[in-house]
């Protein structure tokens, strides 16, 4: 069964920093592209990010309003990917989801990050 | 980027009755290898997303057949026949042809 699990959410004052995980298992996570996308609340989901597998060298792609403020990066000994914000503002709270392939065929129940002083 | 826009269902649809989400890319996703790079979605309140339909049309592993996905290259509608009550929700369509990839601002479904 494929199992995907964000964590490191949490309430970070503005100006701050703050590393997501997202650990799976159940496929050979080697093979995939994974993703970030966030969901304001109440609001629509935004893709944040990519980082495509070994074979494509790892390459990173990032949504324009974010890009220099984050990082993707995965981890393929452990099954897990990451995603590293920083100079947060209150406009980045929202809940961000793992997902799987470009297709997003999988998606973890979500981490949320509250930006507030 | 590839703007996505998508219709509004005349809320409440009634249970059994068929409904249909269109959605619209402000440019062509049909691919020179044939495939168009369309996704549909469906967020129950209160879950993650979870993918309904690919490539436009192939129905993602364990979504029913009442689901089905059409269109061409900008112009793209899933059909929901028989609407139950598990098909509440918000439906999003999302071009993955280029990046940065969009999402429509999502379609609401719910039942009568």
């Known amino acids: 069964e494929v199992q995907i699990l964000e964590t490191g959410g949490g309430l970070v004052k503005p100006g701050g920093s703050l590393r997501l995980s997202c650990a799976t298992s159940?496929?050979?996570?080697?093979?995939?592209?994974m993703n970030w996308v966030r969901q304001a609340p109440g609001k629509g989901l935004e893709w944040v990010a990519q980082?495509?597998?070994?074979?494509?060298?790892?390459?990173?792609y990032y949504a324009e309003s974010l890009e220099g403020r984050v990082t993707i990066s995965r981890d393929d000994s452990k099954s897990s990917v990451y995603l590293q914000v920083s100079s947060l503002r209150a406009e980045d709270t929202a809940i961000y989801y793992c997902?799987?392939?470009?297709?997003?065929?999988?998606w973890g129940q979500g981490a949320s990050v509250t930006v507030s002083s | 980027d590839i703007v996505m826009t998508q219709g509004a269902l005349p809320n409440p649809v009634p249970s059994g009755e068929s409904a249909s989400i269109t959605c619209q890319s402000s440019k062509s996703l049909l691919h020179s290898n044939g495939k168009t790079y369309l996704n549909w979605y469906l967020q129950r309140p209160g879950q993650s997303p979870q993918l309904l339909i690919y490539?436009?049309?192939t129905r993602a592993s364990g979504v029913s057949d009442r689901f089905s996905g059409s269109g061409s290259g900008t112009d793209f509608t899933l059909k929901i026949s028989s609407v139950e009550a598990e098909d509440v929700g918000v439906y999003y369509c999302q071009q993955f042809l280029e990046y940065p990839y969009t999402f429509g601002a999502g379609t609401k479904l719910e039942l009568k």
């Open positions: 159940g496929f050979n996570f080697n093979d995939y592209f």
């Open positions: 997902t799987r392939r470009n297709v997003m065929d999988a």
């Open positions: 490539w436009m049309s």
């Open positions: 980082i495509r597998n070994k074979n494509y060298n790892y390459a990173t």
